[in-house]
């Protein structure tokens, strides 16, 4: 099969790579419905984690399961799979505890920029649905597997609550599906920190209510004065350079919380400076595992559309552009087609 291969700094390749075979009894197969690209690809894209060895990228997923391990007991072929960028056993205490992305099994998923993939601990990983969904529920499945269910998580790491005056650092994909899981928990007010029109469109049509266009101190400010010098309930933290975390640091009221999702780069704290902001910091891997069944729920019912975040789709053969539009900020996020 032809699958996404990174060499180097902007070398993503479609060449021939090895089936994916079963190498675990708690192993799955799965042929993708649809893969596409994370904003967090771009960090080995653009050359900022060093690359050792030819990757195989992606790692969100959905589709139907062809094959599975001996010791595969709730999981089925021919069943239509959602499953977290996190591979988790979904039994061990921190899985209990609601943190799949700190299993003590974990594993990150890769290789889904391809028509078939692996997947471990399929039952702990994986998420059927009841039948096929439809084919235009395909691209809203596939964003539950990470942008969304990290989304998810940055408004429930931030406690975002009914009523609550939520403010979004980062208009990247993740972002955006911060903003949407703000609103379906009730948030009265969203302010979107966004200075490109077509991402501020789409950031109010996920439910933004304001858009704050400057950065820095000037965002900051922008911030302060639409909550009456207050600050916001709840941050969500979705870039992960140390502007855009000291920026939703300092937006955020004493007593709130920030939820961080973007991967830290060159992001550090003095700890006084921390001690008397009074304010809180989750954040990390999204435990997408402990919201897909709730965010496979709201899209077979169609309360949400997350699919919307995908403003480019392309064969998986064009993968190279995939990767091209998003560095270039071209493209918010890429879809890949793998049928
Ligand atoms: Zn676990």
Redesign the pocket.
Known sequence: MKAAVLYGERDVRHEDVPEPKISKPTDAIIRLSASCICGSDLWPYRGLNPITAPMYMGHEYCGVVVEVGSAVKTVKSGQFVVGSFCI?????P??KFGF?SS????EFMTGAQAPLARVPLAD?TLVATAEKPSEDLIPSLLAASDVLGTGWYAADAARVQPGSTVAVVGDGAVGLMGILAAKQMGAERIIAMSRTKTRQALAIEFGATDIVAERGEAGIGKIRKLTGNVGADAVLECVGTRESMMQAIQSARPGAMVGYVGVPHGVTFDGQELFFAQRGLMGGPAPVRRFLPHLVDLVLKKKIIPGKVFDLQLPLSDVAEGYRAMDERRAVKTLLRVT
């Open positions: 988790s056993d979904n039994t061990c921190h899985c799949q299993c003590e099994q974990l702990g």
